[in-house]
């Protein structure tokens, strides 16, 4: 039964935007699963009242897709705890977001040990065990950077997860940029911005930031933040920084912000290749248990990839139709699997990008482009822009110069984007349609 939280988790992976996977479901621990009934701990309290308030329709949904007699659904506070309740408040490990967190929102696979290394990403994966280690050879700050789904969480997890193993009782901060405004927004609005500050500047020994990029155009956190890194640098504490821009390219930064960033040590992640891949396949079909031949390994290891999460969704696949249909581990499961989860050969341009979204709001080529500010033009222009940059492999300047916009728009449009499908499902249902029939064009069906 426990195949069934995997295919339901899968499933809600494919349909929510990738933060808000990351944060709301991928924590759920499912600590029983039979046909009457799925127990679903939950770290703290706010992480389960957020659950049932915002998301249970939807998982209840996709469990019904799995199960024809859907079993109820049950959410329960973790009863993991690092240390007993009379530890002093001193010693907490982990005090992120909007109330204190466990080391349990680490996730389990994300360990120095997992990760594969390759030319791709050996030197982001060199620092970062620097880093956790507290090895000297460097100043205290790392910025990642690297495309959606190359492995910038699973290194800066790794750190905090080896820092509290060699160190307990440290005090380690793991939140997104998302998470660390809304927390400030909280404080300045209940007038505890003092204890804001310390938690940030004093009660803590290492800060994991994630997805600063997020920070564009908030300038009020950017100023917190930046007072907060001077005050952590110069008591020599360690911070970790990850975004899919290098700092020179985030939109909206402050000039001191992004100062702070490009004076990091810079690790960049790009897409693995052939070997790195292959070693990928052997690492999670071990721990996931498959005995695959040689043949559907490098076949896998074979396909095109930009995500690494989306080998490991079909591998994952690959486990459950093993478990609940039976089915023999060949290259012909590989291959079935392979057209669900994985992109096809054929390239998407962004002229392609860009003759899809004009057809399906109804502009012309020149309206794309033009310096309209019009929300009829400005909109789809924005879609495209965001499109082209996580279906082709061209920088923000090609990108720029096919849309005649400069560095920065591009960015603040990407941004805009992510931003609004945060907010809006009709954005989130476009994207989602635009990005299907992208899909299917690259595997040689009209879109």
Not at 53 to 61: D, G, T, V
Not at 146 to 169: D, E, F, I, M, Y
Not at 300 to 313: F, S
Not at 386 to 395: E, G, I
Request: one cysteine or more; aromatic letters at 8%.
């Amino acid at each position: 039964m426990e195949s069934i939280w995997i295919q339901v988790k899968g499933e809600l992976q494919s349909q929510l935007p990738e933060n808000i996977f990351r944060m709301w479901i991928d924590p759920l621990d499912p600590a029983q699963v039979t046909e009457q009934e799925i127990i679903l701990h939950c770290p703290n309290l706010f992480f389960l009242n957020w659950i049932k308030e915002k998301y249970i329709p939807l998982i209840s949904e996709t469990i019904a897709r799995f199960q024809p007699h859907p079993p109820q659904l049950t959410l329960q506070l973790s009863n993991h705890r690092p240390f007993p309740a009379e530890v002093p408040r001193t010693h907490q490990y982990i005090l992120p977001g909007l109330e204190r967190r466990e080391p349990g929102r680490f996730q389990g696979g994300f360990t120095f040990d997992q990760f594969v290394t390759g030319p791709s990403n050996h030197f982001a994966y060199l620092a970062s065990l620097a880093l956790a280690s507290e090895q000297n050879i460097y100043n205290n700050a790392l910025y990642l950077y690297s495309a959606n789904g190359l492995g910038k969480t699973h290194l800066s997890q790794a750190v905090g997860r080896h820092l509290l193993t060699r160190k307990p009782q440290a005090k380690v901060l793991y939140l997104s940029a998302e998470e660390f405004t809304q927390e400030m927004v909280v404080s300045l609005k209940s007038n505890r911005m003092e204890n804001f500050k310390e938690k940030y500047r004093k009660n803590c020994d290492f800060l994991l930031l994630e997805e600063i990029h997020f920070l564009s155009g908030k300038e009020t956190t950017q100023a917190e933040l930046g007072y907060t890194l001077d005050t952590l640098l110069n008591d020599n504490k360690k911070i970790i920084f990850t975004s899919s821009f290098l700092p020179k390219d985030l939109s909206r930064i402050g000039g001191k912000l992004k100062s702070q960033f490009s004076a990091a040590l810079l690790g960049g992640i790009e897409p693995p290749d052939f070997e790195t891949r292959l070693g990928i396949v052997e690492k999670k079909s071990a721990l996931l248990g498959l005995d695959l031949e040689l043949r559907v390994k490098e076949y896998l290891a074979d396909q095109p990839l930009t995500d690494i999460r989306q080998l490991e969704n079909c591998l994952t696949s690959m486990k459950a139709q093993v478990m609940l249909l039976n089915q023999p581990l060949d290259l012909e499961l590989a291959e079935c699997l392979v057209q669900q989860h994985l992109p096809a050969q054929r390239e998407i341009t962004i002229p392609d990008i860009k003759n899809l979204v004009g057809r399906y709001f109804k502009i012309t080529p020149e309206e794309m482009v033009s310096k309209s500010r019009r929300r009829t033009h400005l909109y789809p222009r924005n879609l495209s822009i965001y499109l082209s940059k996580q279906f082709t492999n061209q920088t923000c300047e090609a990108i720029g110069q096919a849309f005649n916009r400069d560095y920065s728009s591009i960015i603040h449009a990407v941004n805009a984007v992510e931003k609004s499908m945060k907010k809006n499902n009709e954005v989130s249902r476009q994207i989602n349609y635009l990005t299907s029939k992208l899909e299917e064009f690259s595997q040689g069906r009209a879109a």
